[in-house]
Structures are given as C-alpha cells and as structure tokens.
C-alpha cells in the first residue's frame, strides 16, 4: 500500500435519536499527515473521532486501513489495530495509579498467578513517561490527585504505547499550559517524522494552521471541505468554518480608562497567601469592573490559586479579605454567601452534573434567585431561566431537558459557563473559560 490514501473512511453516518451528528462523512489520509479537524461546537468532530478510535460504531459506512477493511469492535480492538486516541474530556480511571492507568487493560504482563508485579509496574510507567519526556508525575499516586493537565499528559503516554499509527488528539492543547503545549508540537512533528498520522482537533485556528498539512472543516456533521494548511489564514479559515464573518476578537475599550480611576473600588484583597509550596506569598487587589489575568507555565499554582480563592481549598497562610462585605474567604460557603462564582477547568468532575438535565445544571447555582416568598420553585420560571442561557449562549441540544453528558465538550462548557451567569456576581473565578469552546462563543464569553 503506498503511503497515500492509508486511511479511509467512506460514506459514514452517526446519529443519536433525532441528533445526525455525523453524515455521509468520507475523509481520507496519508502516512505522516498531520490532519486539523475544526468545526463548531457539536459538529460532529468527536464523533467521527470516536468512530475511528472504536468508542462508537457507526450506522452506515465503513473504513480502510492499510488497504484493508477497519471496523473496531472497541477502543482496545482498535489499538491492535493501530489506532489510539486521547479523548476530549477526561479519560483517565480516577482510582487507579498513573502506572495503572498507562497499562489499563495490559497489566496482565504484570501478573503472576493473578498478582500483580507492582515494582515492574511502576517501572515501566517510569519508562514510559521518559520517552516522551514527561517528567515529575509520580507514578504511584492515583489519577485523582493529578492536574487536569497531568491527566492529559498521562493519557498522551497511554494512547502512545504500543507504537499506534493513527493517533488521535482531541482537544488536548486547550488543557495544557504554553510550556507543554510547545511539548506537544515538537511531539507531533516527531510523530509526522515517524510516518504516523495524526489527526488533531483544537478550536485554535491559528495552531491548526501552523501544525496541520491539510485541515476538514466540519459544520452540521457534514464535511465543508478540506484544505491544504497552507493557503489558510484564520480569517479565511473562521468563515469556512461558521460561514460568516466573525469580529477577531473581544477588546474592552474601556478598560484602559477604568485602570486610570483611583476611584475604582476594591472588591477583593489576597494578602501573603500561600499554599502547600504549590504558591507562596500571594498578594493582589481586584478592582470593581476589572478583569484580571493570571498566567504562568506548567505547575505555576494558577489553577491552584483559583480555587482558594473560591475556597475550595484553605491557604496555610494569609488572606483573602473582601471590603464589601468586609468578609473573608475561609470555605466555600463563604465564598458563595459573598456572592463569588467559580468555573472550574474540569468541567466534568467538578463543574457539572452529567446525569442531569441541562436545566438543573443551569437552575442549581441560582436556586435562591429561583425560589418564591414561600421558598416554593416556579418550574415555569426555571425553564424560562435556563431557555434564555442555551439561546444566548447558543448550546446546541435537543432541548433544555437533554442531559448534560450527551452534549459535545464545548456545549458543556457553555452550560458550566452559563449556570453562573445568570447570578448577580460580585466576582467571578474563571478558569479556563474557553477551553473547548468555538470562535463564536469565545468572543460571547
Ligand atoms: N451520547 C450522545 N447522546 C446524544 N447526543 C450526542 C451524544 N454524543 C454526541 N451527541 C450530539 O452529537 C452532536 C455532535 O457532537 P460532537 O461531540 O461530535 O461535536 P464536536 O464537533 O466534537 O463538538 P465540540 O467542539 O463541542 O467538542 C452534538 O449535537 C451532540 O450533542
């Protein structure tokens, strides 16, 4: 088989009840392409991913792979096959070690009359993590108490293993910081080198353009197009994708002048806040009407610091001293009392309810703005409530009743996003925001 045309996919559909997520989709790759897939939120970029990596099966249509027919009864039939993908959102099994979770499902090489060799174990997740030089992650704690971005790098070892030759990444570079992103790249190109094919998805057009060869424009679940990289620029590639002009970016044009008001108020004051060696001596005032970013690189404390600033965790030292309430944040319920939001980076397992309706989702933070004189719930107000933030925030579902775990990433996002909105905040945490979420509603955000 040459090294053009080495994957297929013919004529593939996909639906989930009156969802067609994916239609008559065929798309096909050469050894050593880096290939960009964008689209909207929700238009069927993880799914066809999925079909390809052997998490979904398709309806209709069907795949080659090296000249023979691919059909993955599941994702560990589909790594035989060559095939492994790092999934959107978080992939990892939470109790298990990081060792553990690299060999899920390939411990049994461990093993001896049903007894795992742990020592060997660990050591070869050590080798693992080495090769691509992935430092600093323990590989005996549990996947639990890692960083979104640690779990990230963790499933990226475990998607490697076994010298795939079609490597999926969905999504992966909205969870890393600059430092490991950089990683990441250098990685792909590896991979490039190496004759692999891999298909890469991220709502960063630029990053698309500078990484892919080529790049398939999704809308709808239907293939737009597919483009040679190098005859794109993000304006080009934005109205390809939404198929309308999209303004490049949010600017404040106020906010230049609202710095320059010492009448400004401040709303909150961290004071030598530290934290277990992950951020030490921590001093900021946040000013009323202000947006203030933090950034650093990999194991900087941003995330960290976010959460106790929610109190989510309790710093060892200082405070976090709120003037207008003339409070502090000690826990969380002190947090939400001052009238603080805060929406976290894990989305799934710390911002929303997958097994809930999208309403509830939306409604939950809000439940006091929601009750009557008599503490009595209006279902009529509830659902107009959360009507308004999927319109606004255009959430792609079925309706407001569409449980949250059946959206697309990015409308997960929106609704983690939308559920605080809706309050008459007095400070926002956001972390990551936008991670995972389309040009359109970036600029919303
Ligand atoms: N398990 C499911 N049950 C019901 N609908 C689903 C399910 N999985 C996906 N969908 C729907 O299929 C459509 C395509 O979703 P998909 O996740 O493929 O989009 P995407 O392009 O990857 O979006 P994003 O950029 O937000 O990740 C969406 O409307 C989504 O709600």
């Known amino acids: 088989m040459s090294k053009s045309n080495y994957f297929q996919i013919k004529n593939i559909s996909k639906s989930f009840g009156p969802t067609h997520a994916n239609k008559n989709i065929s798309l096909s790759f050469d050894k050593g392409e880096i290939r960009g897939l964008v689209g909207e939120n929700g238009s069927g970029k993880s799914t066809i991913s999925s079909i390809i990596a052997g ?11 090296n000249g023979r027919e691919y059909h993955p009864e599941s994702p560990v039939d589909a790594n035989s096959k060559g095939v492994s993908i790092v999934v959107q959102e978080l992939g990892l099994v939470q109790n298990l070690t990081v060792a553990e979770n690299i060999f899920l499902g390939k411990t049994e090489k461990f093993s001896y009359k049903g007894i795992i060799n742990r020592k060997e ?5 050590e080798k693992e993590l080495k090769k691509w030089k992935i430092d600093n992650i323990p590989v005996n704690i549990i996947a639990r108490d890692l960083s979104v971005e640690e779990k990230k790098l963790v499933e990226l070892t475990r998607a490697l293993l076994g010298d795939p030759d079609i490597i999926i990444f969905d999504e992966i570079t909205a969870a890393l910081s600059q430092d490991k992103r950089e990683f990441f790249y250098e990685l792909v190109q590896k991979l490039k080198k190496d004759k ?4 890469f998805i991220s709502h960063d057009l630029q990053e698309n353009i500078d990484l892919a060869d080529k790049i398939t424009i999704m809308k709808d679940g239907e293939v737009v197009d597919t483009v040679e990289s190098s005859s794109l620029n993000e304006d080009s590639l934005k109205r390809l994708m939404v198929g309308r002009d999209i ?16 009448e400004q108020k401040v709303v909150m004051e961290v004071k030598n806040l530290s934290y277990n060696n992950k951020f030490e001596d921590v001093n900021f005032s946040l000013y009323q009407g202000e947006i203030l970013g933090l950034a650093g690189l990999n194991g900087s404390g941003t995330h960290i610091l976010g959460k106790a600033l929610f109190g989510l965790i309790q710093a060892d030292d200082g405070m976090i001293y709120l003037p207008y309430s003339q409070d502090n944040i000690t826990d969380i319920f002190s947090a939400i009392n001052n009238d603080i939001s805060y929406v976290p980076k894990d989305r799934d397992d710390e911002g929303l309810m997958l097994a809930a309706s999208i309403k509830e989702n939306i409604c939950l933070p809000s439940i006091d703005i929601l009750k009557g004189v008599v503490g009595f719930i209006s279902p009529v107000k509830k659902k107009k409530f959360a ?8 959430i792609k579902a079925n309706n407001i009743e569409q449980n949250v775990g059946e959206l697309s990433g990015g409308n997960k996002q929106k609704v983690s996003i939308g559920s605080w909105m809706v309050k008459d905040n007095k400070i926002m945490i956001l972390d990551c925001p936008t991670r995972g979420v389309d040009v359109g509603v ?3 955000i």
Do not use: C, P, T, W
Request: hydrophobic share 30%.
């Open 247 to 262: 303004k490049n970016m949010y600017h404040r044009s106020d906010s230049i002048e609202k710095n320059k008001n010492k």
């Open 387 to 394: 009507q308004n933030i999927l319109d606004n925030f255009q």
């Open 442 to 444: 970036k600029a919303y």
């Open 55 to 65: 998490i979904l099966n398709s309806d209709e249509g069907q795949m080659n792979k």
């Open 121 to 125: 174990l660990y050591r070869s997740a």
């Open 196 to 199: 692999k094919i891999v298909i």
